[in-house]
């Protein structure tokens, strides 16, 4: 589940993104190198899902769990925070709730997801 503050990106949609990755990779990947796979063409194979947000409303999204990989989810802002991406790693969890709050992602609670 996905809940976008009533700020966030400045009160305009936001692209959210979901994807395979290992945790070497996410940890050096550029916000620039990631937005190139938004939409890619032909598309990342990477990519799980690809979601506009809307400021306040609240998405549940559901994604296949990739057998051996971390998932990587990332916001992609106006003015990006720190937080534009998040690493959600092995052994996943079957839920997470992921705040979005302004400029940034925020995970606060692991549950049911798959």
Not at 3 to 17: A, C, G, H, I, M
Not at 19 to 42: G, I, Q
Not at 64 to 84: I, N, S
Request: no cysteine; proline share 8%.
């Amino acid at each position: 589940q996905v809940q976008p503050d009533k700020t966030v990106n400045d009160e305009r949609p936001v692209y959210l993104l979901i994807r395979r990755v290992n945790k070497a990779e996410f940890l050096t990947e550029t916000y620039n190198a990631v937005a190139d796979t938004v939409f890619a063409n032909p598309p990342d194979e990477s990519v799980l899902v690809r979601l506009m947000l809307l400021p306040g409303q609240d998405e549940k999204v559901s994604v296949p769990k990739p057998d051996k990989a971390d998932l990587g989810v990332y916001a992609f802002f106006v003015r990006p925070g720190e937080q534009w991406k998040l690493l959600l790693e092995k052994p996943l969890k079957s839920e997470y709730k992921i705040k979005v709050k302004y400029n940034e992602l925020l995970e606060y609670r692991k549950g049911l997801f798959w």
